[in-house]
């Protein structure tokens, strides 16, 4: 089992930038690799990024690339996504997540989310 709590999330202006932490418990988090979906009000949950277990791989939704940037730190068991060039169509719920397949949008584990809200 792997446990999953994310952090960071808050109200920002457009533009501005958020940086989340999702600290993870349990197995060695370099077992898996850890991502970042969202769901936005009325909508369904999106991916948004993924790292591969040793950090060498990632992959992003198009509508992030050159704004996100997802990374790790396996000795703190900790995923990162710095997000920058916030748009207020980023505004919904972040949930972290661990999986054993990069390619994966079903990830086995998730987090319980973190609101980013981002103003016009």
């Known amino acids: 089992q792997v446990q999953l709590v994310e952090s960071g999330g808050g109200l920002v202006q457009a533009g501005g930038s958020l940086r989340l932490s999702c600290a993870a418990s349990?197995?060695?988090?370099?077992?898996?690799?850890m991502g970042w979906f969202r769901q936005a009000p009325g909508k369904g949950r999106e991916f948004v990024a993924v790292?591969?277990?040793?950090?060498?791989?990632?992959r992003y939704a198009d509508l992030v690339k050159g704004r996100f940037t997802i990374s790790r730190d396996n000795v703190k068991n900790t995923a990162y996504l710095q997000m920058n060039s916030l748009k207020p169509e980023d505004t919904a719920i972040y949930y972290c997540?661990?999986?054993?397949?990069?390619?994966?949008?079903?990830?086995?584990?998730w987090g319980p989310g973190t609101q980013v809200t981002v103003s016009s």
């Open positions: 997540s661990a999986g054993t397949n990069y390619f994966s949008n079903n990830p086995n584990y």
């Open positions: 349990g197995r060695p988090s370099s077992n898996y690799a």
């Open positions: 790292i591969s277990g040793g950090g060498i791989s990632t």
